[in-house]
């Protein structure tokens, strides 16, 4: 629950993002330097990750709130596509959700629906017209979202991704708000930190690595993010909060706490989805 000292408050860009999602640049400008940028650093992470065997699954998180972890995770999931590999981009952020913003996705069956009502993976994947990218959202806001994906059957779910394709790029919550990444981090082949420079604390970075370390994560590297040069258009503004319209009906929906944010302004991407076919998961 927010603290009543300090109320989380949203600003304007705030607003936008969280109805929009992230900017795709790679998507809307793949001549422009930032998108250049995504595909120099998916070249890092996939050399980076070449001594991992069956290297498939990539968690990407922060330490805190507005770094950036969202449109890097999904900005790169394009670049992978791009490179003809049969990409899904899973939404495993519950508490503050973009993906099925940036690619106009309805967002009433998601994950959580796979793992608390037993709907099929398959069910809720969606294509986008982006060739080779797969998507699935978060799903409705769960009572209990680490457990949900600390579960034996997010295990068995985790499973059948990397049957079906090429490779899983995970969006996850930042490190030092909740548990949920940290219940993902033995579910993925390697683990990328997002930061943003003259933004994201020193002391928080070395708490997001400790614990990083403490779960035998396989890091693969640190994204940094200049804050100045978010303001552009294409900036890593995220506005991290606990409140919801799309929550699942229970009298118990836990809540946490957070702080105040440092949005960006960014650009609106457009995408269209159809259902795609995939096989069951019992």
Do not use: C
């Given at each position: ?132 990218l797969y998507v699935m959202t978060s799903g409705p806001m769960p009572p209990n979202p680490s457990e949900l994906l600390a579960s034996d059957k997010m295990l ?77 258009g294409y900036g890593y503004g995220y506005g991290y909060g606990y409140t919801s319209t799309n929550v699942m009906k229970t009298n118990d929906a836990s809540k ?27």
């Amino acid at each position: 629950m927010f603290s009543k000292k300090n109320p989380q408050k949203l600003s304007a860009n705030d607003l936008r993002y969280s109805r929009y999602g992230v900017p795709l640049v790679t998507v809307q400008d793949p001549q422009n330097v930032v998108a250049e940028q995504f595909r120099v650093l998916r070249a890092n992470i996939d050399f980076a990750a070449a001594s991992l065997k069956n290297f498939k699954t990539v968690l990407f998180t922060s330490a805190e709130m507005s770094d950036g972890k969202s449109t890097a995770a999904q900005n790169l999931a394009v670049t992978w596509a791009q490179t003809g590999k049969r990409i899904l981009l899973l939404d495993a952020d519950f508490r503050r959700p973009t993906l099925h913003k940036t690619f106009a996705i309805p967002n009433e069956h998601g994950l959580t629906t796979v793992l608390a009502m037993h709907e099929q993976p398959a069910s809720v994947i969606h294509s986008t017209e982006i060739p080779n990218l797969y998507v699935m959202t978060s799903g409705p806001m769960p009572p209990n979202p680490s457990e949900l994906l600390a579960s034996d059957k997010m295990l068995r779910v985790a499973s059948w991704m990397r049957e079906q394709f090429d490779m899983v790029v995970i969006d996850s919550t930042p490190l030092l708000l909740v548990p949920d990444a940290q219940a993902l981090i033995p579910r993925a082949d390697g683990v990328v930190l997002v930061a943003m420079l003259n933004k994201t604390k020193r002391r928080s970075m070395a708490t997001a690595a400790h614990i990083l370390k403490l779960a035998k994560a396989n890091v693969l590297g640190v994204v940094s993010r200049d804050q100045r040069r978010a303001d552009k258009g294409y900036g890593y503004g995220y506005g991290y909060g606990y409140t919801s319209t799309n929550v699942m009906k229970t009298n118990d929906a836990s809540k946490a706490s957070s702080s105040k944010t440092a949005p960006a302004k960014r650009k609106v991407p457009k995408a269209s989805v159809t259902d795609t076919d995939a096989s069951k998961v019992e």
